[in-house]
């Protein structure tokens, strides 16, 4: 019982860690990414670009100068300045409009964000994944060595024959060629994550995976979920820019006025004053308002079918987490309660196996520890894009 407790504790820990070092990667890669930082500019830059348009009309100055015909009529010089400008409520509307736009710039950021994020975890974890392997193929490269050098000695004892000896040396050549493979994964994914960490070194030497709580119930967990949903928001703040565009040409409907100062000069005469304007909405804005209602119709349905859409694909990662956590942990219980691997060293030491055996029953073996891992990795997988489907 003791023993247990040990393990179970040493587990927690080693879990605990994993977790650290993972949440370290991530805060590295958003620290260092050159992607996000390309995206944070662009995203300025189009904040600015929100920013642009909204205001008054630039002012018109118009200075002319006449030559007079014949002479004794003299010349005439013509002075004017002129601003124009919508119906003042235009202008509250287009910079509501422009915060409305800006917000939802930071929220496709966010996504963008977002998906870089899951990309590092999931790297992260297939990492988690290969690190465990070369853990267990060290082991299994010990054991492989050992054997071969055993039936060497045995071979030139006497005790074995070639054969057998044989079998032992492709037995160490294979783990040898496992072991290179899983080194070159390894490395491999190491790269992927200097990429993504904007091509700075970044090592992750967990080899357990960190124990990742799932939420007791799909749709109270949903409830919650649904308003942190960044693309759920970003949707929904495209709705409230389509209702604001509305009132928005509908006050670009309203008569557009100008007013300015006018000035004329000729020989013995000097004529200034204001000048003021409107201009009478016809013909220009025609069918606006009702292209900016359709709009609004459209950004309606784009947000109930997001919801939708959420919540179809949030349930089948969620529902794909829980049967993979299920599967990896019967897996691992009974791997733990089926590890023959001492009793197979006996037996064939006792002579009481054949070495062809005993390699057929260390390689079930060694299949089953794959196969655990896989079904761990498969949940974290699952379990990361779930979680990172719901993040600010």
């Known amino acids: 019982m003791k023993t247990i407790l040990t393990i179970t504790l040493c587990a927690a820990a080693l879990s605990v860690a994993a977790q650290g070092e993972v949440d370290t990667a991530l805060r590295e890669v958003e620290a260092n990414s050159a992607t996000l930082r390309a995206l944070r500019e662009q995203a300025e830059a189009q904040k600015l670009g929100n920013q642009t348009g909204i205001y008054l009309a630039n002012p018109e100055v118009e200075y002319s100068y006449l030559w007079g015909s014949p ?50 975890r999931q790297t992260c974890v297939a990492l988690i994944y290969y690190n465990a392997l070369a853990r267990e193929c060290a082991a299994r490269l010990r054991n492989a060595e050992q054997l071969a050098e055993m039936y060497r000695a045995r071979l030139a004892r006497g005790d074995a024959n070639a054969m ?18 899983i080194a070159t994964e390894q490395a491999a994914l190491l790269l992927e994550l200097r990429r993504l960490n904007g ?9 357990e995976f960190p124990k990742t709580l799932l939420p007791s119930t799909f749709e109270e967990w949903y409830a919650q979920a649904e308003s942190a949903n960044p693309d759920l928001r970003r949707a929904s703040g495209q709705l409230d820019v389509s209702r604001r565009q ?42 606006r308002v009702k292209q900016a209602e359709a709009q609004v119709r459209a950004s309606e349905a784009a947000l109930s079918d997001a919801k939708i859409q959420l919540h179809n694909k949030l349930q089948s990662l969620y529902r794909r987490a829980v ?45 089953a520890v794959t196969g655990v891992l896989a079904a761990e990795k498969d949940f974290e997988l699952a379990a990361a894009e779930l979680k990172m489907m719901v993040s600010d």
């Open 71 to 120: 002479s004794p009529v003299g010349n005439r010089t013509d002075v004017s300045v002129r601003q124009s400008f919508d119906f003042p409520t235009a202008y509250a509307h287009r910079s509501k409009i422009a915060d409305m736009e800006n917000a939802n710039v930071e929220l496709a950021y966010r996504a963008e964000r977002r998906a870089l994020l899951l990309a590092a």
């Open 164 to 181: 057998e000896s044989n079998k032992a040396q492709l037995h160490l050549v294979a783990v040898q060629h496992e072991a290179a493979r």
């Open 246 to 287: 509305v009132k928005l040409n509908a006050a670009l409907g309203l008569p557009k006025f100008s007013a300015g100062y006018t000035s004329e000069k000729v020989v013995g005469e000097w004529f200034q004053g204001v000048s003021v304007g409107v201009s009478i909405p016809l013909w220009e804005n025609k069918n």
């Open 323 to 367: 049967e993979l956590r299920q599967a990896a942990a019967a897996y691992r219980s009974a791997l733990a309660a089926c590890n023959n691997e001492p009793l197979l060293q006996k037996a064939l030491a006792a002579g009481e196996i054949s070495l062809l055996t005993y390699l057929q029953e260390m390689d079930y073996y060694y299949d």
């Open 199 to 207: 091509g700075k070194e970044l090592t992750l030497a967990a080899g």
